[in-house]
């Protein structure tokens, strides 16, 4: 693809060279730098693709996009642009031809639950026989292939090549879940969606966002972006306000149960196995058992039975999508095993989060409830006293260990996270070994006990510094029960 049929009309800072040649490829990493490539350098967090400049063309990069002056000496094509960022997104779109185009966007919003409202979507659209893809925290599902991705929502060249492949494979629905990084950092900026979902927010990410205004102002952007329906939980007080913004843009449909809503819940019972209720919408009137659990399970459950009927799909295949989801990895997982322990795994890890997920499961616990919890490194410090608190009062043995410390001290993490449990008159002890904090929950495991880990879910790795070591906890548990 020719340079000019890429850059169109951005409104680029300075040209060095010409735009009349061939382009291969788009890459952001010098190391995928191959013959013909355009190199766009951007800064990162922790790295600054600027200083590898030279480096991509020596790779063969024939163009670079960059922020800084362009004083190499070279005979390569040069750009210059306000926001590398900015302009990897509206690029990556031009050079796979704008595939979001070719499909409807679902785009999943809000602190809890995206994960869970995106498969549930998509077991309904599969049950109407629709193709479908998911971008998420999963990683990406092309129908019935899967590919592994690390962030929540890709980056803008990432998605772009997804999506891309979406289309070849004649996708219909795309449903992703869009972080507040995504909205803030871009990604999503040059695409529109068709639907919006708004799950809940709560305090989460604030080392990013640094305020919950600034926070929810992120999750806003998602809904001007919008073109047939914007869906929102109006029991959730963050809700409330976003429809305020958004009434006058598009339609919107609200789903609750505890506010006067479009679609809404009554009835609703919760079961050891088991979460059971009406789901009432302006099609009618239907029961629903679902196999996952916990109030939470019903919110995502009515967000997705929104998405259906916006896309106008029959009530009865909703409510047969919604019953064929089974389980969502890391969410309320149960860990199968031959000696009759009931360990869960859950990616918890917000202070919302685990209360929601310990509510649940006190509900049905014979016994105690024993909690594996840390929290993230290098992200939001004050959510941790919170998380304390709640494991304090809801759980009978609290385990603080470390999660993904990334760059901090995992004891100066547990310290934040104790200091919340102090709070309360919770039993708890300290364990910075992860691994060692789950073989510690289950030798002191009793009958009818329900062990919850929390915070990894879904993830087979833990971070320290910048790197990931493997850690999958269901073959951690697998192998300390073998040995116990």
Not at 385 to 404: C, E, H, K, Q, W
């Amino acid at each position: 693809m020719k340079l000019s049929c890429i850059l169109k009309k951005y409104p680029f800072r300075e040209l060095k060279g010409t735009m009349d040649i061939d382009i291969d490829n788009i890459e952001h990493d010098s190391k995928r730098i191959s013959n013909g490539d355009l190199f766009i350098a951007q800064r990162g967090f922790s790295h600054d693709g600027h200083d590898y400049i030279e480096s991509a063309i020596k790779r063969g990069a024939v163009g670079v996009v960059q922020e800084k002056d362009l004083n190499l000496e070279n005979s390569i094509t040069m750009i210059k642009v306000r926001d590398s960022t900015d302009a990897l997104g509206y690029f990556a779109g031009n050079y796979y031809g704008l595939p979001w185009k070719s499909m409807n966007i679902i785009g999943v919003t809000g602190t809890n639950g995206k994960t869970s409202v995106t498969h549930y979507i998509e077991s309904i659209f599969r049950e109407n026989s629709y193709k479908t893809g998911i971008l998420g925290t999963l990683g990406v599902n092309i129908r019935d292939e899967h590919i592994h991705m690390i962030n929540t929502t890709p980056d803008a060249l990432d998605m772009q090549r997804m999506l891309n492949e979406m289309k070849k494979k004649e996708v219909e629905y795309c449903i992703m879940e869009v972080s507040s990084h995504a909205l803030d950092l871009k990604r999503v900026k040059y695409m529109d969606f068709d639907v919006g979902i708004f799950t809940n927010l709560s305090k989460d990410h604030l080392d990013f966002h640094g305020s919950m205004e600034d926070y929810l102002n992120s999750k806003l952007k998602l809904f001007y972006k919008t073109r047939k329906n914007n869906i929102i939980n109006i029991d959730d007080p963050y809700g409330k306000i976003i429809i305020d913004k958004i009434r006058d843009k598009i339609p919107i449909i609200n789903y609750g149960f505890k506010e006067k809503a479009m679609i809404y819940a009554s009835n609703i019972e919760y079961g050891p196995n088991f979460t059971k209720f009406d789901l009432i919408t302006p099609m009618g009137k239907r029961e629903v058992c679902l196999s996952t659990l916990g109030e939470f399970s019903v919110y995502n459950a009515l967000a997705a039975a929104s998405c259906g009927y916006a896309f106008s799909i029959d009530i009865d295949i909703i409510v047969r999508g919604l019953e064929n989801l089974k389980s969502v990895k890391g969410r309320l997982e149960s860990i199968t095993n031959n000696k009759g322990y009931n360990i869960i795994i859950d990616f918890a890890h917000t202070p919302e989060a685990v209360e929601q997920v310990l509510r649940t499961i006190k509900k049905f616990a014979a016994g105690r409830i024993i909690v594996v919890i840390g929290a993230g490194g290098n992200r939001d410090r004050s959510k941790r006293p919170d998380m304390g608190r709640i494991v304090g009062t809801y759980a009978d043995l609290s385990i603080i260990t470390s999660d993904n410390p990334r760059f901090e001290d995992p004891e100066k993490i547990i310290d934040d996270i104790i200091d919340g449990v102090r709070l309360t008159k919770g039993k708890y002890i300290r364990i910075v070994d992860r691994k060692e904090a789950i073989k510690y929950a289950i030798e002191n495991y009793r009958t009818g006990d329900i062990i919850l880990l929390a915070g990894k879910g879904h993830e087979e790795y833990v971070i320290r510094g910048n790197k990931y070591y493997p850690f999958n906890e269901r073959e951690i548990v697998k192998e300390i029960i073998n040995e116990v």
